[in-house]
């Protein structure tokens, strides 16, 4: 039987890697492994909803000791990986506490990174050989 | 947008999408729980929201 490119991508790949590539850009690990279409999914689904929430005036958090559930917030934001990055470049993610959307549009940044780390997991063990 | 039901439908259908893709790998059982879970999310905050409607708080 035929390897296909998910079987060729897990024997050849440290899944370390696809995991860090997975967190960096949503999607990318599932689309190295061959899961194009889960690849493709995450790809768009999660920028937009972290997009959503940034257009929504929510708020990327700092990473304030003091304050441990900023931090918690901070370290979900940070889930979504380079856009975030991007956002923080682009002075996006001030936050505007007074706005109508803004607790709403702070649970789309949050869910966004808790989701995208999901998806990093999942492109774990798919490299792994559990999936 | 500010209406808070379509923000919630909003939210549900994100959180659906990427659920429905992680948990299943075909399109057609993709589309079937995706479906089933934003119905789930959708219900379950108009429920909620009827619950809370009587408290003063």
């Given at each position: 039987m035929r390897a296909t490119a998910a079987d060729r991508a897990q024997t050849t790949t440290n899944p370390y890697v696809i995991s860090a590539v997975a967190w960096l850009v949503p999607g990318a690990g599932h689309l190295w492994l061959g899961r194009t279409q889960k690849g493709l999914i995450f790809l768009v689904t999660l920028p937009l909803m972290f997009a959503t929430g940034l257009w929504l005036e929510g708020r990327l958090f700092p990473f304030q000791a003091s304050e441990p559930l900023v931090a918690l917030a901070a370290f979900a934001d940070i889930g979504i990986g380079i856009p975030y990055v991007l956002a923080k470049a682009l002075r996006l993610?001030?936050?505007?506490?007074?706005?109508?959307?803004y607790e709403y549009a702070n649970a789309f940044i949050i869910v966004a990174g808790l989701l995208n780390m999901l998806v990093a997991l999942d492109a774990f063990d798919i490299a792994q050989g559990r999936k | 947008m500010t209406s808070h039901f379509a923000l919630m439908l909003l939210f549900a259908a994100f959180v659906s999408i990427v659920f429905a893709a992680l948990m299943r790998d075909d399109p057609r059982e993709q589309l079937a729980l995706g479906g089933r879970m934003f119905g789930a999310f959708v219900g379950a905050g108009v429920v909620l929201g009827w619950l809370l409607f009587p408290l003063p708080f």
């Open positions: 993610g001030n936050g505007n506490v007074v706005a109508a959307t | -």
